[in-house]
């Protein structure tokens, strides 16, 4: 099997219309700082895909992964051309995936700043004199990360 290196391609030459040509026209571009104004581009050819389930299934599929790979800052703007763009039911799709996602974020903070919090209290714990198997059993977190956490 051989990889093909979309960006050895023109936009001219992946141009080709369809599912195809605005799947490989995102996989080139997806890291792009720009990648709004490639999303801007390709809006004509996107609006045509959605006329029926099949399409508007692909479009949601085409969002979700700008949502997944772009930064927090552009989900809001690719959010925006999705409601500015697209039919009512493209629309709903693309905005239960976003809503996901953001729920998800959300719950990943606030587990990432519970810990911190344990983190925070272990370590306080510690350097007031507490032996790590006590500190282990109240916080939680194993002897091997408390000892990382006193080197740190």
Known sequence: MQLIDLCAFSDEELAVGGKL?????ILKHIYNENILEWVSQ???????????????????????????????????????IAEQSFSKE????????????????????????????IRSVALRMLKKGLDFATVSEYSGLSIETLKSLEKA
């Open 21 to 25: 040509g605005v799947f490989l026209f």
């Open 90 to 117: 493209t629309k709903e799709g693309v905005m239960t995936i976003a809503e996901k996602l953001r729920a998800e974020g959300e719950k990943r903070g606030k587990k990432e700043g519970r810990m911190e919090g």
């Open 42 to 80: 390709l809006l004509p050819e996107m609006q045509k895909l959605d006329v029926n389930q099949d399409g508007r299934d692909f479009l949601t599929s085409v969002f979700t992964y700008l949502f997944e790979a772009s930064s927090t800052k552009k989900q809001d703007e690719i959010e925006q």
